[in-house]
């Protein structure tokens, strides 16, 4: 048994990452019970493995309330994050859900919304494009001489579309204080990564770019910490953008409709012994940071707020029908510049 705790953290500290780690495992197992009841509207996207990585970097960075903290933008594998910028559980269940009372009043699904106060953007799907927004997000940041750092999640897939490439460029050019996160869980649907890009390490890329890189074992919730702290005070020192890559796997298949059939078993249970959770507990107790009971009970009660936020928005209406589209289309029968004056659809002309 030691005392002595990691990384400048504290007991609190680390008892905070290890429930941050639980309620982002729990809020999708329960998610999993409510799509088998019918109840979620849409794809349900774990990030089982993989939760260290977002825990790990989110806690790395100055997150407040009031719209003067650190920005991100996860990817549906990074709620974790979400959940440590201040993203609400029951916000959580009812954009799952699509409930009226959802952040996007039910047009939207799982983590496609933003909170400026809180410090965060949902993703545009199509792929990489993160990267260029929040490139312009951080550009604004030191062009108002703020001293906040931007983080954007993206998938080893992810990184390489064209936009991955332009958003990256540019914000290295510009040395936007911003951390790209590379989520490098072997798999972009059911391509292997070997398929996407000819290097062994996202790192290698960063050269190219003239940006610095870390890569880190995703599953060791004090290594993410670690790096991404570094990489902010890079950030914020004026070094510029910056790249972390987060070595780890993706147990589950790409969605719930997934089987994965296309992954060798073998492979998936060596994964499972890297538990993030599990290795993290480990770790706590052989160190003596933290009692098992305390564990147990912060477990306990992650799952036990997982159900009573999903009860709640269970609870909560979907958007009534005839509304249904509002704000999601515009009045076609009022010219807009884009349409020239001429209705869009050719039955109102
Ligand atoms: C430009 C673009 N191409 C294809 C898609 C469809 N698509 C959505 S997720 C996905 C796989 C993404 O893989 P990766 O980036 O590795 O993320 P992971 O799912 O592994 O977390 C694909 C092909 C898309 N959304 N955008
Ligand atoms: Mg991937």
Redesign the pocket.
């Known amino acids: 048994m030691s005392d002595s705790f990691p990384a400048g953290l504290d007991g609190e500290r680390l008892k905070g990452l290890y429930r941050a780690l639980c309620i982002t495992r729990a809020a999708e197992e329960r998610l999993e019970i409510l799509q088998k009841q019918g109840h979620v509207t849409g794809g349900l996207?774990r990030s089982l493995g993989?939760e260290a990585g977002s825990v790990g970097a989110a806690f790395a960075l100055r997150r407040e309330s009031d719209g003067t903290g650190d920005f991100l933008a996860p990817?549906?594998?990074a709620a974790g994050a979400m959940f440590l910028f201040g993203a609400t559980l029951v916000d959580f269940f009812r954009q799952y859900m699509a409930r009226e009372t959802s952040p996007t009043r039910g047009r939207e699904a799982n983590v496609h919304w933003v909170d400026y106060q809180k410090g965060f953007v949902g993703p545009v799907?199509?792929?990489?494009?993160m990267v260029e927004i929040m490139a312009g997000v951080t550009l604004s940041f030191s062009l108002r001489g703020e001293d906040r750092v931007g983080m954007v999640f993206?998938?080893?897939?992810?990184?390489s579309?064209g936009?991955w490439h332009e958003g990256l460029n540019f914000a290295a050019v510009q040395r936007c204080p911003l951390i790209l996160m590379v989520?490098a869980?072997?798999?972009?649907?059911s391509?292997p990564?070997a398929k996407?890009t000819r290097v062994q390490s996202f790192t290698e890329k960063a050269p190219g770019y003239g940006i610095g890189a870390e890569s880190v074992d995703g599953t060791d919730v004090i290594a993410v910490y670690e790096a991404v702290s570094r990489a902010a005070e890079r950030a914020r020192g004026g070094l510029g953008t910056q790249l972390i890559e987060l070595k780890y796997f993706?147990r589950l298949g790409?969605a719930q409709h997934d089987s994965q059939e296309y992954v060798d078993p073998a492979l998936i249970a060596e994964w499972e012994k890297k538990d993030p959770i599990a290795c993290f507990h480990r770790r706590m107790v052989d160190n003596g940071w933290a009692t098992e009971q305390e564990l147990e009970t912060l477990w306990h009660e992650s799952e036990e707020d997982c159900r009573v936020a999903a009860e709640q928005a269970i609870a909560e209406p979907v958007p009534h029908g005839p509304d249904a589209v509002d704000d999601v289309y515009t009045d076609v029968t009022t010219p807009h510049p884009w349409t020239r004056g001429v209705s869009p659809d050719p039955r109102l002309a």
């Open positions: 996207y993989q990817t549906v594998r799907s199509p792929l990489g494009t993206y998938g080893d897939g992810a990184s579309t936009a989520e869980n072997q798999y972009a649907f391509s990564t996407n993706r790409h």
